[in-house]
């Protein structure tokens, strides 16, 4: 768990430029992250080629905080 | 011009404007994926065209309405090539028909074609593109779409549909360094006007203010340009290739 919320972490700080400080479970990507929805589906890109996941675009759509991501990437591995 | 070490996809590319567009691409140094439907000879002799000239280049059938086979062509690109720089989405088909006689066939199948198509292939390729921060897709449009046509209910409105989504397209990948252009040929002397009778092929020359049918090389030309260096600062546009018909 721990280990995919770093991986996690570390993409959104590099793609989103935000502090790894503001990066928490709770945080939502476009209020509190400041991502548009392009982010999105490109963080979405990235956690899969990460994670080596397909997320369908079903599921992507119900990404909308870090906590959902981490919990989604557990849910597959 | 110089087009070395870039990477193009052109959907239906084994024959007329897709082929002289394939063609240069691959002269200015392009390596070039040729999507073909049915015509496989066809679409190999300009695939072995390519690489007599020395750029690499394979073919792929691949109905550009189905979005699962869409999806495996461009997966197949990236794989073979590694990157995908240049999406041209030529592919297209005419089912004439008067509005009051055309079937719904007939309007559902150049729907589906030239345009659904034109999305589908935009939408496979815009991952690969995201990630490259770069990309180009050239959209081949019509004359028709501009200023309609009658007997084309069909096909104007797909084309016409084709420059709306080239502008959404634009807007939305601007950001990531995409950029999407669509080309409206005139009347093109190609398979698809060969099947024209001739009052009508005579009565059409004289709409054009230039006095000629295009020839295909003109828009590939016009495509070589859009996928250049050169037109990095323009997105969204329609660049009419059509002896002056619409203005
Ligand atoms: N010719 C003109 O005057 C003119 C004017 C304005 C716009 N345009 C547009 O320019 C484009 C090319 O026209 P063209 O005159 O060169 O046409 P064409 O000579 O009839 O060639 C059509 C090409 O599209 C391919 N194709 C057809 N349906 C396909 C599908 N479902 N999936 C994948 N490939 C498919 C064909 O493959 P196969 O060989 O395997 O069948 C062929 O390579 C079209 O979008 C057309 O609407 C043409």
Redesign the pocket.
């Given at each position: 768990m721990a280990d995919v919320l770093e991986r996690v972490t570390k993409i959104i700080v590099d793609r989103l430029g935000v502090e790894e400080s503001q990066v928490n479970l709770d945080a939502k990507f476009k209020e509190d992250l400041g991502a548009d929805s392009l982010d999105v589906v490109e963080l979405v890109m990235e956690l899969e080629d990460e994670f080596d996941v397909e997320i369908s675009d079903d599921d992507a759509e119900k990404i909308t905080t870090v906590g959902d991501a981490v919990t989604y990437i557990n849910s597959k591995n | 011009m110089n087009l070395d070490g870039k990477i193009a996809l052109v959907?239906?590319?084994?024959?007329?404007?897709?082929?002289a567009i394939a063609l240069e691409l691959a002269r200015l140094g392009a390596d070039v994926v040729i999507?073909?439907?049915?015509?496989?000879q066809?679409?190999k002799d300009v695939s072995e065209e390519i690489k007599a000239i020395g750029r690499r280049s394979f073919i792929i059938?691949?109905?550009?309405?189905d979005s699962d086979a869409v999806q495996s062509m461009v997966k197949e690109t990236v794989d073979q090539f590694g990157r995908l720089d240049i999406l041209v989405?030529?592919?297209?088909?005419?089912r004439d028909n008067l509005l009051m006689r055309m079937k719904e066939q007939e309007w559902d199948d150049v729907i589906?074609?030239?345009l659904k198509?034109v999305f589908l292939c935009t939408k496979a390729v815009t991952r690969q593109m995201m990630k490259q921060r770069s990309g180009r897709i050239i959209n081949?449009?019509?004359?028709?779409g501009r200023i309609g046509n009658a007997g084309q209910a069909n096909?104007t409105a797909a084309?016409a549909g084709v420059i709306g989504l080239t502008k959404a397209s634009a807007r939305e990948l601007a950001a990531r360094g995409i950029t999407v252009n669509a080309i409206?040929?005139?009347?093109?002397?190609?398979?698809?006007?060969d099947e024209l009778p001739i009052e009508a092929k005579e009565q059409l020359i004289g709409q054009i203010p230039l006095g000629t049918?295009?020839e295909?090389e003109d828009?590939a030309a016009a495509a070589a340009f859009l996928a250049s260096n050169g037109a990095k600062y323009i997105t969204g546009q329609v660049l009419g290739v059509d002896g002056g018909m619409a203005m």
């Open positions: - | 959907t239906g590319a084994s024959r007329g404007i897709g082929k999507n073909y439907a049915g015509n496989e066809k679409a059938q691949c109905d550009i309405s989405n030529n592919a297209g088909i005419t589906n074609t030239n198509g081949i449009s019509s004359v028709v096909y084309k409206a040929p005139g009347f093109i002397a190609t398979d698809m006007t049918l295009g295909v828009i």
